[in-house]
């Protein structure tokens, strides 16, 4: 003969597993806010590199680029304005790929309250059909 379950059982392990969902739930949404972030962090990072590699070239290498085109017989002024263009053309890329970076990490842990919405419509079905 099986033995029947107190209602107040029932609510106690209705409680403890809403409980211990719960805390899954707000595990998860860590994970994927500290993911977003280092992913966020990264793009930044390359930000900073660009804008580092975009001044050191530039103060570095571009008078010895210059030098060279106006020794190959363009003037100074021309030499000047295609170095400048091709370090900003590399800058331009970089940038863009880090905009493209931050886009791609989204700051809302949009699994997680994917599964939240799903477990609580969950919860939802199983209250109404009893």
Request: aromatic letters at 2%.
């Amino acid at each position: 003969m099986r033995k029947e379950r107190s209602t107040l059982s029932l609510i106690t392990d209705v409680l403890r597993l809403i409980s211990s969902l719960v805390q899954k739930e707000i595990r998860l949404a860590k994970a994927e806010l500290s993911e977003n972030i280092s992913r966020a962090g990264a793009a930044i990072g390359l930000l900073v590199g660009a804008a580092i590699l975009g001044m050191v070239a530039l103060n570095l290498i571009a008078g010895t680029l210059v030098a060279a085109l106006a020794s190959a017989g363009v003037s100074v002024v021309w030499a000047t304005l295609i170095v400048a263009s091709f370090f900003g053309v590399i800058a331009l890329i970089m940038v863009l790929k880090a905009q493209s970076d931050l886009k791609m990490a989204s700051r809302a842990p949009s699994r997680a309250a994917d599964r939240i919405r799903r477990d609580a419509n969950a919860l939802k079905e199983a209250t109404h059909d009893k």
